[in-house]
């Protein structure tokens, strides 16, 4: 089975850093994503990681332990714009490599 | 430019009627896929089709049906026999060389 946690909810302040945690138990493990999902709007996609280590993409930076089965999606310089929910998937070992979605962590930014 | 397009975004329905949503797309993936958004929850897998001709059930099928008759079309149905229908509908196809997942704008349902 799949089982993938990460907080319902978190609120930064502009122009500081926020770390969005994501644990995962599953069967199979063949990669990690992050997508940002601003409401009533489509997943967009950030980041992907398959090896341990971190994956550094402008003010967004993602980070994967498959040992620990941890990883973490890093955001600087918060922006008003990065309120969304932001939602860690891993991509199983099946023969349909489908991904499995946590129920995301809505960010809020305040002023 | 290359996407997937789902329509419609609103729709509304009676209870005990069938409605279809349609998903296109102009990528050129072979694998497509229909996830429900509920609140709180996270996206939960209905159907997939990973070639044309050929579909699976996800883990929430039941009162659903899709067919693939097309590798650009995906269409699903969301019958009567599906007890709680209102929800958020997302598409996607799948780019098989990084497993990255483009979706659709969604289509909201809501059952009258």
């Known amino acids: 089975g799949q089982n993938i946690d990460q907080p319902t909810e978190m609120t930064a302040t502009e122009g500081a850093i926020v770390q969005i945690n994501c644990t995962y138990q599953t069967s199979g493990f063949n990669g990690l994503f992050w997508y940002q999902q601003h409401a009533g709007e489509a997943p967009t996609f950030l980041s992907y990681?398959?090896?341990?280590g971190l994956e550094e993409k402008g003010r967004f930076s993602s980070f994967l332990s498959r040992s620990k089965g941890y990883s973490y999606l890093l955001l600087k310089e918060l922006q008003m714009k990065d309120s969304a929910s932001y939602l860690c998937?891993?991509?199983?070992?099946?023969?349909?490599?489908?991904?499995?979605f946590g129920t995301g962590t809505r960010l809020t930014v305040i002023p | 430019d290359g996407g997937i397009t789902q329509s419609p975004k609103y729709l509304f329905r009676k209870e005990g009627q069938n409605v279809t949503l349609s998903c296109e797309q102009n990528l050129n993936h072979d694998a497509m896929y229909w996830y429900r958004q509920d609140p709180g929850q996270g996206l939960r897998l209905i159907y997939y089709s990973q070639i044309v001709n050929d579909f699976q059930k996800g883990d929430i099928a039941e009162g659903y049906s899709v067919s693939r008759e097309k590798k650009e079309s995906f269409p699903l149905t969301v019958t009567s026999a599906q007890k709680n229908p209102t929800a958020f509908y997302l598409c996607?196809?799948?780019?098989?060389?990084?497993?990255?997942?483009?979706f659709g704008e969604g289509s909201r349902l809501t059952v009258l």
């Open positions: 998937a891993v991509r199983g070992l099946t023969g349909a490599n489908n991904l499995f």
């Open positions: 990681n398959v090896l341990d």
């Open positions: 996607a196809s799948r780019n098989m060389n990084t497993g990255e997942l483009f």
